[in-house]
């Protein structure tokens, strides 16, 4: 399977811990996009991957999130101290062009 | 955040209808994009419009960029019971910066029901 791929895609996970998610993009795709996407909503732009570089991210992206891409290849995106609002399906696309999505990590704080 | 206007919300027809969706914006994108989610996975994309006017068909799907870059649509023909999902309009580069940089916008999603 050449498609994108995330780990895991179920964690449950109690407030206040630290929950890590992995997303590995089409090989030859240089640009890694990470999403949040709530129930009944269309997904929300995070951040943004060119090679290593993050070159934007949302307002969204609080300080208790860190997304890193440290060879240009997988990424990982890092919650600390989560919260119960932080409970949603996280996606990951990757692209040279046009953005192709992962199956998404699906986060349940309790 | 930010989320497309997308309508209807939620459409219940019978196996064979044809299907009408279509997607409003107050920016203007550079692209639109047609994606398709079933229930807990990612969106899968269908179909991928480049420039204003643009009309593309993937099989049974037909997609166009409006004119004026703030809206798109798309319509189903002869609907099968695996359409059955929700369908995301997604636009990108509204804002154009030297890194092509092309997060999507998506919209609010279009619930499509085959009654049996």
């Known amino acids: 399977d050449t498609g994108v791929s995330q780990n895991p895609r179920h964690k449950i996970t109690k407030r206040g811990q630290n929950v890590t998610f992995r997303c590995d993009p089409i090989?030859?795709?240089?640009?890694l996009y990470w999403y949040r996407q709530t129930l009944g909503q269309g997904p929300e732009f995070l951040t943004y991957?060119?090679?290593?570089?993050?070159?934007?991210k949302s307002r969204l992206l609080s300080d208790r999130f860190s997304a890193e891409r440290p060879k240009g290849s997988f990424s990982t995106l890092e919650i600390q101290r989560t919260e119960q609002g932080d409970s949603a399906m996280y996606l990951c696309?990757?692209?040279?062009?046009?953005?192709?999505f992962g199956p998404g990590t699906r986060l349940t704080v309790l | 955040g930010q989320q497309l206007n997308q309508s209807p919300q939620s459409m219940f027809i019978q196996e064979g209808e044809d299907v009408s969706m279509n997607c409003t914006s107050s920016?203007?994108?550079?692209?639109w994009l047609w994606y398709k989610q079933d229930p807990g996975e990612g969106p899968v994309l269908l179909i991928a419009?480049?420039?204003?006017?643009e009309l593309t068909s993937n099989g049974r799907l037909t997609a166009q960029f409006g004119i004026t870059r703030k809206d798109s649509f798309l319509n189903i023909s002869a609907s099968i019971p695996s359409d059955v999902g929700i369908y995301f309009c997604?636009?990108?580069?509204?804002?154009?910066?030297?890194?092509?940089?092309?997060?999507?916008?998506f919209g609010t999603g279009t619930r499509l029901t085959i009654i049996p």
């Open positions: 920016s203007i994108f550079n692209t």
């Open positions: 997604a636009g990108g580069g509204a804002q154009r910066t030297n890194f092509g940089n092309e997060k999507l916008t």
């Open positions: 991957f060119q090679n290593e570089a993050q070159l934007e």
């Open positions: 696309a990757s692209s040279s062009d046009t953005q192709y």
């Open positions: 090989s030859e795709h240089n640009r």
């Open positions: 419009l480049y420039k204003a006017g």
